[in-house]
């Protein structure tokens, strides 16, 4: 995207007073341990530029960055970093950018558990740009924090190569390290939606560059409009998240506040969730209807309990029902477990406890058979959409929800 990233100032030095500025994220992704595959192989640990890219939706004109450690056990150190304009994903090239400091400095340590931000830099970025944040990391200090699902391509090289152009002999990774959002100084009434689900979310299936989750696609009908051109979305995806159990990465309860209250300008949640919990209670053995009861129950508590937080913070919450999923072979799903499904879905649409709802499983079902996904949606798996599913998703928010 030409043009989509623009100095303003040499270096970008921003010495704009930071104190009263109203700062939204425009990306953001859930942070968990990667570990396994997820994490950073052992010749590349150590001493590496990490370039990432990543794909704004609100734009602005200054920038700051958050980088996370939330899940580190000893001090991240940071040698240096650098904001650019992406020239092509799916390649290390950049144009032009920035030297990113931290309280003035061109390095910085992020304690164990902790989060830090860069200094803000004056940069006009266009909404829906891609940026490429490049970190120079003498130590990777495993364990890592990271999120698996980037869709998007990453690139490491040896050494200390932040602002080099072409990063050339780059090795690529699908993966985020450190990355926790992109942050735009934004207008008084510019906001940002939180969509905090699973793997649904995360947009399992989409091919790295396409950038076709259903969040995605929100994201480009809400700059499509000047009423809600300004803001922001932010996939809080984790691909087998739970409600109410860790699984890949930590529940939901135990995140909410960190992916959704703490973000910067939050003022909408989307929760998405809910069809691990109700697949893992069989996905070994049948359950009794005593369990089948008692998850249920804990899946409605849970949500209030989410729906509480948000609004003692002016956070509003919509609530996405539960889509089908019938004829999945990993869960096998019976006629208890749809039930559960079915009575989840009517707490969401008719308990009073959500803000407002979208009704996803009305939209995916197939007419002739609600207990599955429509076969225009499905990826085959009778679980997760399809590209043209992910799509009907997105096109089926309301975006009167976002005034």
Do not use: C
Request: glycine letters at 12%.
């Amino acid at each position: 995207m030409l043009g989509a990233l623009i100095v303003t100032g040499a270096g970008a030095r921003d010495t704009a007073p930071v104190r009263d500025t109203h700062w939204i994220a425009t990306w953001g992704s859930s942070q968990m341990i990667a570990e396994g595959d997820n994490a950073l192989p052992a010749d590349r640990a150590g001493s590496i530029t990490l370039r990432q890219v990543v794909r704004v939706s609100a734009g602005g004109e200054r920038v700051r960055i958050r980088f996370s450690n939330a899940f580190g056990t000893r001090p991240l150190a940071i040698g240096g970093a650098h904001l650019a304009r992406s020239v092509a994903p799916g390649t290390p090239r950049i144009e032009g950018g920035a030297r990113l400091t931290f309280s003035g400095q061109g390095d910085a340590v992020i304690p164990a558990g902790a989060e830090i931000y860069s200094d803000p830099v004056a940069l006009r970025v266009a909404a829906g740009a891609d940026l490429t944040i490049s970190l120079y990391l003498p130590d990777a200090a495993s364990p890592q924090t990271g999120h698996p699902g980037s869709r998007a391509t990453s690139f490491t090289r040896a050494g200390n190569a932040v602002g080099d152009a072409t990063l050339a002999g780059a090795t690529p990774t699908t993966h985020w390290y450190a990355l926790a959002d992109v942050e735009v100084a934004g207008a008084p009434a510019a906001g940002t939606i939180a969509a905090i689900g699973d793997s649904i979310t995360d947009g399992y299936g989409v091919k790295p560059e396409r950038n076709t989750r259903w969040t995605d696609v929100l994201a480009q009908r809400l700059r499509a409009r000047p009423a809600t051109q300004a803001i922001g979305v932010v996939n809080a995806g984790i691909g087998g998240n739970r409600v109410l159990l860790d699984g890949l990465g930590p529940n939901l309860l135990a995140r909410f506040d960190r992916d959704v209250v703490a973000r910067s300008g939050v003022r909408w949640a989307i929760v998405l969730e809910g069809v691990n919990d109700l697949g893992v209670l069989t996905r070994e053995a049948p359950a009794t209807p005593a369990q089948h009861a008692a998850l249920v129950a804990q899946l409605k508590a849970g949500f209030t309990q989410l729906v509480a937080r948000a609004h003692a913070h002016g956070i509003k919450v919509i609530g996405g029902t539960v889509m089908p999923f019938g004829g999945n072979s990993y869960y096998h799903p019976d006629s208890a477990n749809e039930a559960d499904r079915q009575a989840i879905n009517t707490f969401i649409r008719t308990a009073g406890v959500f803000d407002a709802v979208i009704d996803f499983d009305r939209s995916m079902r197939d007419p002739a058979h609600p207990d599955r996904l429509s076969p225009r949606y499905d990826s085959g798996d009778h679980l997760h959409p399809s590209e043209a599913g992910y799509r009907a998703m997105g096109e089926a928010i309301p975006l009167a929800l976002f005034r």
